[in-house]
Structure formats: structure tokens, C-alpha cells
């Protein structure tokens, strides 16, 4: 999965902390599957920049200083 990959790869670098993928994966996939049905999301971002916005709330979390 590319996204696994990419995750590992920024772990490596340091770009990120050591975080479960099992988890990570089966929360974005929950995520990915409510922006494609629609629920209670009320955005102009595109599919790909909501993507974006996901990993980051997932990595890096919600609120930022």
C-alpha cells in the first residue's frame, strides 16, 4: 500500500514518530470511506486535498499552535 510505504519512509527519515500502521490504516480508511458517502462533510477542499488534510490531523494531530 502506497500509503504504508510513504508512512514508513517518513519514519525512517525521523520526518515522523513511531506510530501502529495497523491503526493508522483501518482510521484513514473510515475516514476516506465518509468523505466518499458524504457524511456530514461540508467542504470546497478536493478529494485530494481532504486526503492531505487527514494524514496530517492522523500524524501530526488536530490542533496546532
Same mark, same amino acid.
Given at each position: =500500500?502506497?500509503?504504508? !510505504? /510513504?508512512?514508513? *519512509?517518513? @519514519?525512517? #527519515?525521523? %520526518? /515522523?514518530? #513511531?506510530?501502529?500502521?495497523? +491503526?493508522?490504516? @483501518? $482510521?484513514? %480508511?473510515? /475516514?476516506?470511506? #465518509? &468523505?466518499? +458517502?458524504?457524511? =456530514? &462533510? =461540508?467542504?470546497?477542499?478536493? !478529494?485530494? *486535498? *481532504? *486526503?492531505?488534510? $487527514?494524514?496530517?490531523? +492522523?500524524? !501530526?494531530? $488536530?490542533? @496546532?499552535?
Amino acid at each position: =500500500d502506497k500509503t504504508l !510505504f /510513504v508512512l514508513d *519512509q517518513a @519514519k525512517a #527519515e525521523g %520526518a /515522523v514518530k #513511531e506510530i501502529d500502521n495497523h +491503526l493508522f490504516s @483501518k $482510521i484513514y %480508511a473510515s /475516514v476516506i470511506e #465518509e &468523505i466518499i +458517502l458524504g457524511n =456530514d &462533510i =461540508d467542504t470546497n477542499l478536493t !478529494f485530494r *486535498q *481532504q *486526503q492531505e488534510q $487527514i494524514v496530517d490531523m +492522523l500524524l !501530526f494531530g $488536530i490542533c @496546532k499552535s
